[in-house]
């Protein structure tokens, strides 16, 4: 059994963020989106773009929505996989080795780009695919160790120290990636591509480097649970019995629905926000993109910080509902962005409602379970929701890329989605807590 509160464990499972964020600030959000265009856009002997459609399986396709269809594509294989896996895993008492297998998977993956080439195209981007799935799938594991290692009580700030973890660790491998990028000659590079190259390499590295500490510091089994039978069948039942007892929590239903459509329009803020300064911000240079970036990965910290000290006054949901009110906010201010300088200020603004959406929404569904030996199980149905809501979104707004040819139309429909999810998230009963210190670090 786990001892909740113990702060070696804490720490040790925050540092799995630490780890596999820099996949997350890297891969997702800075290097790879910008080396993706720049090195599959057609370019003329005078280096203007010609065209920004590549062939992938015979099919002539916008660069930018191959790579949004690339990510929507690998969630899906997560939602089809992770139930069942995490029915095993809390049947087993064995979800350590499951988050170790997708974060191999992941860190291998992110190391295979360093082989990236346009000439092999649908190769290239299963790596791409992979390594998304190795990061989406550890999560599932991951996250559920949160309701093991921390009282309810603790959770918010627990959730919040694993994110801002995350953050700091992702920002100073990046730093380290920008220096290779800029100064290519201080590191002995002459090659173009080749300082992207590394920083790929270097985030499969850092993540399954990192990732020895929780692996280390986590248990192996959280309830010491004996399995009986065959794996896969016991699994399938085990995920039905979380499913049937999940129908029956309505509080837990309404909470997934309207997360399931708030997280639709952060994820893909989140995941196409490169792209959308690329294609709508005047005279905006890469480094302006991987700065605006860095912006928001820095306040992201205090964001998460600050939100779970608010929600500690106000509840959860209180706190998550003024938190969705400053994302229609952003939407509005990006559909009117057009220079680098307001580009840097939604950035700012963007940075500190992703921190406190991202943490406050683990923690809280969290805090809201009822007594089980079944987390996995539980966070499956919690990262399906995830999942969908990053495939949906980054679909819509791939297709709204495809029919407009702009990536400014697609605001309009984010900004829908959260002015649908603060409806649905005030049907959801308030969660409250004492504020209760939790010395960790």
């Known amino acids: 059994m786990i001892e909740k509160g113990d702060k070696k464990i804490i720490n040790g499972w925050a540092m799995y963020d630490w780890a596999n964020s820099a996949y997350a600030l890297v891969i997702t959000s800075t290097i790879f989106p910008i080396f993706f265009k720049n090195i599959t856009n057609l370019k003329n002997s005078y280096g203007d773009i010609v065209s920004e459609n590549v062939q992938f399986f015979g099919f002539s396709v916008n660069n930018s929505v191959l790579y949004s269809y690339g990510i929507s594509l690998s969630f899906l294989i997560v939602v089809a996989m ?17 988050m170790q297998f997708f974060c191999y998977l992941g860190s291998a993956s992110c190391a295979s780009l360093f082989f990236f080439d346009p000439n092999y195209l649908e190769l290239s981007m299963t790596f791409v695919v992979l390594a998304s799935i190795g990061f989406s799938g550890s999560l599932v594991f991951y996250n559920a160790f949160l309701p093991e290692i921390a009282e309810a009580s603790q959770q918010d700030r627990v959730s919040a120290q694993g994110f801002a973890m995350g953050y700091i660790g992702s920002v100073l491998l990046l730093l380290f990636n920008l220096s290779m990028i800029m100064f290519p000659e201080s590191y002995g590079i002459s090659d173009t591509w080749l ?12 993540w399954a480097g990192f990732a020895q500490i929780p692996f280390a510091r986590l248990p192996n089994k959280s309830f010491n649970r004996k399995a009986e039978g065959h794996y896969l069948t016991s699994g399938y039942k085990e995920l039905i019995k979380v499913f049937n007892d999940l129908k029956k929590n309505e509080r837990i239903k309404r909470y997934l629905l309207a997360f399931f459509v708030f997280n639709m329009g952060v994820q893909t803020i989140m995941y196409m926000a490169v792209t959308f300064g690329k294609d709508e911000i005047i005279d905006m240079p890469d480094s302006g993109l991987i700065l605006s970036i860095l912006i928001i990965q820095i306040i992201a910290i205090g964001g998460a910080y600050f939100c779970s000290f608010v929600s500690a006054i106000f509840g959860n949901i209180t706190t998550l509902s003024y938190i969705l009110v400053v994302w229609l906010l952003v939407c509005i201010l990006a559909y009117f962005t057009r220079n680098a300088i307001e580009f840097y200020l939604l950035a700012a603004l963007v940075g500190f409602v992703m921190g406190g959406v991202q943490s406050l929404a683990r923690s809280t569904y969290s805090k809201i379970l009822p007594d089980t030996l079944d987390h996995t199980s539980y966070f499956s149905f919690y990262d399906i929701c995830e999942k969908l809501g990053i495939v949906f979104g980054t679909f819509i ?45």
Do not use: H
């Open 82 to 98: 992770a139930p069942l896996l995490s029915g095993i895993a809390d049947y087993a008492d064995n979800k350590k080795k499951f």
């Open 195 to 206: 300082p992207a190259r590394i920083s790929f390499l270097s985030v499969g590295i850092w």
């Open 397 to 441: 707004y791939g297709v709204i890329i495809a029919i407009t040819d702009s990536s400014r139309n697609s605001i309009i429909a984010l900004t829908i989605l959260f002015v649908i999810a603060l409806i649905l998230l005030r049907m959801v009963p308030e969660v409250k807590q004492k504020i209760q210190k939790l010395e960790v670090m």
